[in-house]
């Protein structure tokens, strides 16, 4: 960028979007300071000029049509902050590239659903896609990956990479209240969404490790479907079983590659209680990626909220005022691999189940043959009575299998007389 | 970097550099990709070329007179690694920026005495002084303060550094030796060096925090002298007492604004045993930076060692291939700001005094009486007596006072006739 002063258009004005436009008016003497260049808010669009805000936009700057904006010849960069994957976000971003203006954006849906055609017309146009917001907000863990340790071989990426649900866990834990009970909690405390559907059933977190897995194995985003399970079925129960035999409950978001194929997974898992991950709680994200030849190195902080959102726009913003036009993902669009998924129901672990019996003498005898019909070794036992309902509550955790056993495992467990419930099934993941 | 071959000279072949030259040869195609270029090492400068080494200098590449091989006209890097902040490593870097050559080096105490003038040069002569791998090996911590949360005011900056002495005070922790013995351990497996010096005594630590203070704060690299001190005072019983205190004792290095001064330091800490850094162990490196409005950030993984070291260096190689030339401490070098010391004697903590008395009676009210003078009042106290030696070891938290005042106290407490030696003071570090 060679100009001296860098017009911007922000577009979406809510909490996020007002709180970074106030972080660019008052550091805009340390953005020159940095890049040398100044800053100018050209433009603000928003769906309404006069909706009660904490900050008011300047009539001066307000915009209203937002396709009509990312055309407009003043314009450098268009900061897209409306969110999701479709509708008016996705048009936007489109027709900002196609007209030659950097992007940055905090949307992961967006860039995980259309971040290879989206870097392929950024790579031709030259111009700057920049994306750190989308992934655990402030952390700069595309950053570090594209830049700080990408002459690395990368093994395994896992992370904590939803605040809500780990918020909403290490209250269930903390607190000794239902799933539904904290989840009203974080709604009211601004931890989750009115509709926090993305965020419990996973796909927020599933957006996010398909952005971190293409910069880090230089593949093109796959559309296929990833195992993918949410917190929804999480129960007090499971937790004070895992806590007994040593585990905590988190969120996972796994990539890594096995045998030159990929692996991508979202799903709830035990993990040693004084393990790294085990000690990550409330709203934070953490990631661990293990690489070659560095090794294993850990990346945690705030993974939402204005302030640490705005971090990362900056950022980007900053990249851009530099001048520094590189691969969105790290590697040019039409190099990037195009990799085989490994078959999900080879994948090996070991597991927790929770199966809820009648309290019968001899039920446990059954039960435990039913895993050894099905190849599955029991590891660790525990078994919690309700003499008064005349149940049992066993967990179990087993030794390591293939995920197709333990999914015949369950139906068989289903199909039992004793079993009087759908059986909790959690992989662990050794970290 | 227009050119499409990049021609470096790697000056300093021990264990780093035979082992980042073996990661540029496996790693040409990963570097091609990412950065359009292609990477020749042309010159390996050693002492010797028939030294044993596990890599075998190719007789073609060999290079004896490191000056001359600086200012040739081949040579487009230079990596040095060598290390120390005077002699040979010191020309080379100053007559190697001076000759227009791109510099990437790992000497944490040269960038840290002559960062300022070397970063000038650089600037001046348009070149790069990437120096990733000077501070905490592979994590990379540099780029992500110069560049992931650059567009923040930083308030701390608090890590630990030295991979050396953690190992030191975990092994001492774990296995109940003696420092000395730990030590012997240490350097038995390549843990510690020959002449551990500069780790113990908290110099290695103390040049990392200054490369990071100057990027973080956007000022020189002051050569005042820090509050530093090492861990060779530490013995078991602190590490018990401690414990017993709900402590863990570790080596931080410490940066921080107060009222627009600055603090640095080195030093033992007390930091409580559930708290993130207490669970740093072993040989780890890890970073907490605390900033608005990202808030805390923490990074951490291997601090030393060939691998974690040669990830930092390729990444410095890619930037150098990019072509992003920029302000090696992300700030003009010009604009650089002087900034002054915070008076040491006025910091503010509570802190462990270990104070080894004659077990008689009535002592415990005399020493009590010593810290009442000083107006230093007591958090928690625990004593252990030794019935055979007729002595006693008191182990005190405080609660916070200034440094002053503590040093005083200190004083007092020597001259008192029940004290049998010098009391261990350290302090305690909330985070």
């Given at each position: ?46 769906k ?22 990312v ?31 950097h ?16 870097g392929h ?62 989840l ?69 978001a ?38 070659t030849p ?56 070991s ?6 019996v ?9 039960i ?32 390591k ?15 039992n007389?004793?079993v ?12």
């Amino acid at each position: 960028m060679s100009k001296n002063i860098i017009n911007i258009a922000i577009i979406g004005f809510g909490n996020i979007g007002s709180y970074f436009y106030k972080m660019i008016e008052s550091n805009k003497k340390l953005i020159n300071l940095k890049t040398n260049k100044s800053i100018l808010v050209k433009y603000i669009c928003a769906k309404s000029l006069g909706k009660k805000r904490s900050i008011r936009i300047p009539q001066s700057k307000w915009f209203k049509d937002p396709i009509k904006l990312v055309k407009k010849t003043d314009v450098d960069v268009v900061v897209e902050l409306i969110g999701g994957s479709g509708g008016i976000a996705k048009k936007i971003v489109f027709e900002a590239l196609k007209n030659k203006k950097h992007v940055i954006t905090a949307n992961k849906s967006l860039i995980a659903k259309y971040g290879n055609e989206l870097g392929h017309i950024a790579e031709k146009n030259k111009v700057n896609l920049e994306f750190e917001a989308s992934v655990a907000a402030g952390i700069p863990i595309i950053r570090s990956i594209k830049e700080g340790i990408n002459i690395n071989k990368i093994n395994k990426i896992c992370g904590i990479l939803n605040g809500t649900t780990n918020y909403i866990l290490s209250e269930m834990e903390n607190t000794g209240k239902s799933f539904s009970a904290v989840l009203e909690k974080a709604k009211k405390y601004g931890f989750a969404e009115a509709n926090p559907l993305s965020d419990l059933n996973g796909s927020d977190a599933e957006s996010k490790i398909k952005i971190l897995s293409s910069i880090a194995f230089n593949t093109v985003i796959s559309s296929n479907k990833i195992l993918k399970e949410g917190i929804q079925g999480i129960k007090l129960i499971d937790i004070y079983q895992a806590k007994k035999l040593g585990y905590k409950i988190k969120l996972l978001a796994i990539s890594e590659v096995k045998e030159n194929k990929l692996i991508e997974r979202v799903h709830p898992c035990l993990v040693l209680d004084k393990s790294y991950i085990a000690n990550i709680n409330g709203v934070l994200n953490a990631i661990i990626v293990d690489a070659t030849p560095i090794g294993r190195t850990v990346y945690q902080g705030e993974g939402a909220g204005p302030g640490p959102t705005s971090s990362a726009l900056l950022s980007d913003l900053c990249s851009v005022a530099k001048g520094i036009v590189q691969y969105p993902f790290g590697t040019p669009n039409e190099l990037q691999k195009k990799i085989d998924r490994f078959d999900i129901s080879k994948t090996v672990y070991s597991s927790y189940l929770r199966i809820e019996v009648k309290d019968k003498s001899g039920v446990l005898s059954v039960i435990t043959k039913v895993f050894s019909k099905n190849r599955i070794s029991i590891k660790n036992l525990v078994q919690l009575p309700d003499k008064n309902k005349k149940l049992a509550s066993i967990a179990v955790i087993t030794h390591k299998n293939i995920e197709k056993n333990f999914k015949n495992l369950l139906k068989d467990l289903l199909k039992n007389k004793f079993v009087v419930e759908k059986p909790t099934f959690i992989r662990v993941e050794k970290l």
